[in-house]
T-cell receptor, first 116, second 109 residues
Framework: NAGVTQTPKFQVLKTGQSMTLQCAQD?????MYWYRQDPGMGLRLIYY???????DKGEVPNGYNVSRLNKREFSLRLESAAPSQTSVYFC???????????????FGSGTRLTVV | DAKTTQPPSMDCAEGRAANLPCNHSTISGNEYVYWYRQIHSQGPQYIIH???NNETNEMASLIITEDRKSSTLILPHATLRDTAVYYC??????????FGQGTTLQVKP
């Protein structure tokens, strides 16, 4: 099925460890996004990529880096994980890069990260 | 970017229409209004969006006031599976979806 695939689905890290969250979409969308969602809160934008080869900071970029590997893939890296980064991470993609279009953003099912 | 204001929670009887309000009084002329929902911490699901005119699709209807300062999402016949957090979002000049707290809709039997 077409959509956004995130891996892994669950991860536990120790403070100071690093890891990369993977995201891939097969809808040929230009734009991709990383959000985090803390318990009881709405989603907050971490980084986004309007098109292949470009990345920009969102609302809460500190402690993260991203790579737009190609049109399909957009990864999120935690270089030195902290307990404050315990969250659910969602990747999304969209067609036009402006949030407009027939179906807006398509979201993945999320990565549940715990930092101890 | 325009901010949105939604009630934190609402209840609706199964089979009845659910009307979810949203205020976006600072919306600018080229900003869209999007509605998404999130069920059980799954990824948010697109419902509907609009600019000026009322919109309807297989899931819901979106009513936007003439001054565009508020809108209402209507689920015509709510079911238990519609229990979710509903987000009203304006895209702003950047076109990015900036989420607020949303409205938790509880559909009751």
């Amino acid at each position: 099925n077409a959509g956004v695939t995130q891996t892994p689905k669950f991860q536990v890290l120790k403070t100071g460890q690093s890891m990369t969250l993977q995201c891939a979409q097969d809808m040929n969308h230009n734009s991709m996004y990383w959000y985090r969602q803390d318990p009881g809160m709405g989603l907050r934008l971490i980084y986004y990529s309007a098109s292949e080869g470009t990345t920009d900071k969102g609302e809460v970029p500190n402690g993260y880096n991203v790579s737009r590997l190609n049109k399909r893939e957009f990864s999120l890296r935690l270089e030195s994980a902290a307990p404050s980064q315990t969250s659910v991470y969602f990747c999304a993609s969209s067609e036009l890069g402006q949030g407009a279009g027939d179906y807006g953003y398509t979201f993945g099912s999320g990565t549940r990260l715990t930092v101890v | 970017d325009a901010k949105t204001t939604q009630p934190p929670s609402m209840d609706c009887a199964e089979g009845r229409a659910a009307n979810l309000p949203c205020n976006h009084s600072t919306i600018s002329g080229n900003e869209y209004v999007y509605w998404y929902r999130q069920i059980h911490s799954q990824g948010p699901q697109y419902i509907i969006h609009g600019l000026k005119n009322n919109e309807t699709n297989e899931m819901a209807s979106l009513i936007i006031t003439e001054d565009r300062k508020s809108s209402t999402l209507i689920l015509p016949h709510a079911t238990l599976r519609d229990t979710a957090v509903y987000y009203c979002i304006t895209t702003g000049n950047t076109g990015k979806l900036i989420f607020g707290q949303g409205t938790t809709l509880q559909v009751k039997p």
